[in-house]
């Protein structure tokens, strides 16, 4: 079992949950089109877009403010929150090649953690889903005092594992979850899905994850490709 910190293999990696490891972002505009619509305020998927990433209270706030809808911030992450998990009860949608990935890393000995803007109710949602031991730690919304783009989420996952930030890797979708991780100094990969990610100094984009291995990541998120010419980044 490798050490933390082990030459050739992160010291841990760190994960985005929402349209990283799970294709929830399309639960995500789902509920919201239903809660405003079901308040009488009108909603698009370019709104929508605009949210991903975000911390939830951050969301919620940004959704009252363009629709006027009658709810407090709190309402409206439970009401959000209340649909998405109820969705994924139903059916849990992996992103290609992040059951793999988190499996290899799982049994090669390195720490995984969720660093994830979701609420840890809907966080453990997902977890159960997963073999017991997946993630050592979950780092949610509800958990950090800021979130999404600040660096905290990942500066507390890394804390967590007692892993330097440079020496692990963080795997997102978004532009605000990279700027969070690499603001913490953490090497990132952006797998870009619902909405684009522009080049960001520290991160590497990949277009998916399939074919990815636990012995290229160091490589391809210090910007040194091991998996041809799928890489690309600053």
């Not at 609420?119 to 800021?146: I, Q, Y």
């Not at 795997?171 to 953490?186: C, K, L, R, Y």
């Not at 998120?221 to 980044?233: E, F, N, Q, Y």
Request: negative net charge; contains cysteine; hydrophobic residues 45%.
């Amino acid at each position: 079992m490798p050490r933390v910190g082990q030459p050739g293999l992160p010291a841990a990696v760190l994960w985005d949950m929402d349209g990283t490891l799970v294709d929830t972002e399309p639960y995500w505009i789902a509920a919201e089109h239903e809660l405003v619509a079901a308040h009488g305020g009108e909603w698009s998927d370019e709104l929508a877009h605009r949210l991903v990433g975000n911390a939830l209270d951050v969301s919620a706030q940004v959704i009252i403010d363009l629709t006027g809808i009658r709810l407090s911030v709190p309402e409206v992450i439970d009401g959000l929150l209340h649909r998405v998990i109820e969705q994924v009860e139903v059916s849990v949608p992996w992103r290609p090649g992040a059951r793999e990935l988190l499996e290899e890393l799982v049994g090669l000995g390195v720490p995984n953690v969720l660093v994830t803007m979701s609420w840890r109710n809907l966080a453990e949602t997902v977890v159960r889903r997963l073999p017991g031991g997946s993630f050592a730690h979950l780092v949610t919304g509800d958990a950090v005092t800021r979130g999404k783009p600040h660096p905290e989420p990942y500066l507390l996952a890394a804390r967590l594992v007692g892993a330097d930030p440079a020496d692990c890797v963080a795997i997102e979708d978004s532009p605000t979850g990279v700027a969070s991780a690499t603001a913490a100094g953490v090497p990132t990969i952006a797998i870009p899905h619902i909405v684009p990610v522009p080049e960001t100094p520290g991160a590497v984009t990949l277009p998916t994850l399939s074919g990815l291995t636990a012995a290229d990541l160091r490589a391809v998120a210090t910007g040194v490709s091991r998996v041809g010419s799928s890489v690309s980044g600053p």
